[in-house]
């Protein structure tokens, strides 16, 4: 069993990244940590003993020759990241005094550490649990604000509460059960069927906001993909080219000019944005490339989570425009869809929009950067908005997360249905305990090697 193995050794890894720099890290953890330093560090002070959770200033020696002068600092068990002891060598940032480092405590009885064993072991020690095991790995790969919130929001346990909240009232459902079975063997849920629909209907309700709050918390995490379409020579990718702020997209006054797809990561706003610019949509075209390339866009709409919708606005008459974009929201009715009429530069006069009941209408110039501004600045305010990352606002991200409240919402939906038909208490008992297993699996209360190390495997060693 993973647990045991894992907890009877020392481990040892170079925490900051390879390569040169001012200053490096390396984390040992376990029982003999303590002793492993206190052969090869020499204190300043010469003083025998080092001090817990103060810096120690000395020097690592070994057969009398100096590596090099370092700070140490000792955590005693269970204060620590992994709720071992665990000791940390702020050495200089030499490849060589790092790696000889860690070869000395090598040499004196540690391993080195897997990815993630840091990590693990304060999992396995009741340190955090699975989801917040999880946020550490986020966090360290957050590269927006919004994504480092959500790590954040995850890694003080936000998600946790909430899961154990629910779990706790899976188990008031499974006492209303017994108690049934005790006492009553005919007359099923004569006194308290109301009860226990009100508890169910409530813990359904939650997970059901949890399961929606996935769409946008993956998008936060890994980018929100937005596709610009429309049809030819209306400017989409002078458009693409203006928001990143790069010459990366071909342009030219020839319809069909963009053939391929063309994806580009931008930060906006604390939020990451993946742009697409897409070929455009021509329907007649008896152009093979163009229709492959056409295919393509349909593909990006799609799996998109935003559509910018250009229009040619000197060529293009309003009441075409609201024409073209209902028909693509009734196709895709869940997508979010702005429209852009482009080429306001030229445009004489502005179109009256107060006769159209639409919002999210902007009139821009992708070739002059009219309108540019605001239009990014409504995207974020937009996602800003939905996600309003306040306190309490759960937001799941994790794949993992999503797929096992999925699997718990199944059973208690049975749960639900089995209740209206009366059926016996028994059989509710077995759904409502697999819908318990589900939620524990996310926190890790349930949990099993293979789930432990595909979490793990991901982190860094060091961590
Ligand atoms: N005056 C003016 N011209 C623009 C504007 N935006 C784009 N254009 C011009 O419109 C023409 C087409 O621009 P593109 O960006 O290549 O259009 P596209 O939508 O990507 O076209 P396809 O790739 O063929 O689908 C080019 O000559 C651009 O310079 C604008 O805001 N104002
Ligand atoms: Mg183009």
């Given at each position: 069993m993973?647990?045991?193995?894992?907890?009877?050794?020392?481990?040892?890894?170079?925490?900051?990244?390879?390569?040169?720099?001012?200053?490096?890290?390396?984390?040992?953890?376990?029982?003999?940590?303590?002793?492993?330093?206190?052969?090869?560090?020499?204190?300043?002070?010469?003083?025998?003993?080092?001090?817990?959770?103060?810096?120690?200033?000395?020097f690592?020696k070994?057969?009398?020759?100096i590596?090099?002068?370092?700070?140490?600092?000792v955590?005693k068990?269970?204060?620590?990241?992994?709720?071992?002891?665990?000791?940390?060598?702020?050495?200089?940032g030499?490849?060589?005094?790092q790696?000889?480092?860690?070869?000395?405590?090598?040499?004196?009885?540690?391993?080195?550490?897997?990815?993630g064993?840091?990590?693990?072991?304060?999992?396995?020690?009741?340190?955090?649990?699975?989801c917040?095991?999880?946020?550490?790995l986020?966090?360290v790969?957050?590269?927006?604000?919004?994504?480092?919130?959500?790590?954040i929001?995850?890694m003080?346990?936000n998600?946790?509460?909430?899961?154990?909240?629910?779990r706790?009232?899976?188990?008031?459902l499974?006492?209303?059960?017994?108690?049934?079975?005790?006492?009553?063997?005919?007359?099923?849920?004569?006194?308290?069927?109301?009860?226990?629909?009100?508890i169910?209907?409530?813990i359904?309700?939650?997970?059901n906001?949890?399961?929606?709050?996935f769409?946008i918390?993956?998008?936060?995490?890994?980018?929100?993909?937005?596709?610009i379409?429309?049809c030819?020579?209306?400017?989409?990718?002078?458009?693409?080219n203006?928001?990143?702020?790069?010459?990366?997209?071909?342009?030219?006054?020839i319809?069909?000019?963009?053939?391929n797809y063309?994806?580009?990561?931008?930060?906006?706003?604390?939020?990451?944005?993946?742009?697409?610019?897409t070929a455009?949509?021509?329907?007649?075209?008896?152009?093979?490339?163009?229709?492959?390339?056409i295919k393509?866009?349909?593909?990006?709409?799609?799996?998109?989570?935003?559509?910018?919708?250009?229009f040619?606005?000197?060529?293009?008459d309003f009441?075409?425009?609201?024409?073209?974009?209902?028909?693509?929201?009734?196709?895709y009715?869940?997508?979010?869809?702005?429209?852009?009429?482009?080429?306001?530069?030229?445009?004489?006069?502005k179109?009256?929009?107060?006769?159209?009941?639409?919002k999210?209408?902007?009139h821009?110039?992708?070739?002059?950067?009219?309108?540019?501004?605001?239009?990014?600045?409504?995207?974020?305010?937009?996602?800003?908005?939905?996600?309003?990352?306040?306190?309490?606002?759960?937001?799941?991200?994790?794949t993992?997360?999503?797929?096992?409240?999925?699997?718990?919402?199944?059973y208690?939906?049975?749960v639900?249905?089995?209740?209206?038909?009366?059926?016996?208490?028994?059989?509710?008992?077995?759904?409502?305990?697999?819908?318990?297993?589900?939620?524990?699996?996310?926190?890790?209360?349930?949990?099993?090697?293979?789930?432990?190390?595909?979490?793990f495997?991901?982190?860094?060693i060091?961590?």
């Amino acid at each position: 069993m993973l647990k045991e193995k894992v907890v009877k050794d020392t481990i040892v890894a170079i925490a900051t990244p390879s390569g040169y720099g001012a200053i490096a890290v390396i984390r040992m953890s376990g029982k003999n940590s303590i002793k492993i330093i206190n052969n090869i560090f020499v204190s300043i002070s010469l003083k025998k003993k080092l001090s817990e959770n103060y810096l120690n200033l000395g020097f690592i020696k070994i057969k009398k020759k100096i590596i090099d002068k370092v700070l140490i600092l000792v955590f005693k068990k269970p204060k620590s990241y992994t709720g071992e002891d665990v000791v940390e060598i702020s050495c200089h940032g030499s490849m060589y005094i790092q790696n000889k480092i860690l070869s000395i405590i090598i040499d004196q009885g540690a391993r080195l550490a897997n990815p993630g064993e840091f990590t693990l072991r304060a999992f396995i020690n009741g340190k955090i649990d699975l989801c917040q095991a999880e946020s550490i790995l986020d966090l360290v790969n957050s590269e927006t604000l919004f994504s480092h919130e959500l790590a954040i929001n995850q890694m003080r346990g936000n998600i946790s509460n909430i899961i154990k909240n629910l779990r706790k009232k899976i188990i008031d459902l499974l006492s209303l059960i017994e108690l049934e079975l005790d006492f009553s063997e005919e007359n099923l849920f004569v006194l308290n069927k109301r009860e226990f629909q009100k508890i169910l209907d409530n813990i359904i309700k939650k997970i059901n906001d949890l399961i929606k709050s996935f769409k946008i918390g993956n998008a936060l995490k890994n980018g929100i993909l937005v596709s610009i379409i429309g049809c030819p020579n209306v400017g989409k990718s002078t458009l693409f080219n203006k928001i990143l702020k790069d010459e990366r997209s071909i342009v030219s006054n020839i319809a069909g000019t963009t053939r391929n797809y063309i994806e580009e990561n931008l930060i906006i706003n604390g939020i990451k944005f993946s742009f697409i610019d897409t070929a455009g949509i021509n329907n007649k075209t008896k152009d093979y490339i163009e229709k492959l390339g056409i295919k393509k866009t349909y593909k990006n709409i799609k799996k998109s989570d935003l559509i910018l919708y250009v229009f040619d606005g000197l060529n293009e008459d309003f009441k075409i425009i609201m024409k073209n974009f209902k028909s693509l929201q009734e196709k895709y009715p869940k997508k979010k869809i702005f429209i852009l009429i482009n080429k306001y530069d030229l445009i004489k006069k502005k179109i009256n929009l107060r006769n159209y009941q639409e919002k999210d209408i902007f009139h821009i110039s992708a070739k002059y950067g009219y309108g540019i501004k605001n239009l990014l600045d409504e995207i974020t305010f937009f996602y800003k908005k939905i996600t309003s990352l306040k306190e309490n606002s759960i937001i799941i991200t994790q794949t993992r997360h999503y797929e096992n409240f999925k699997k718990a919402i199944f059973y208690l939906y049975k749960v639900k249905e089995d209740l209206e038909k009366s059926i016996y208490p028994e059989f509710l008992y077995i759904d409502l305990q697999t819908a318990l297993e589900c939620l524990g699996q996310i926190i890790g209360e349930v949990t099993n090697e293979d789930i432990l190390s595909n979490i793990f495997s991901k982190f860094c060693i060091g961590k």
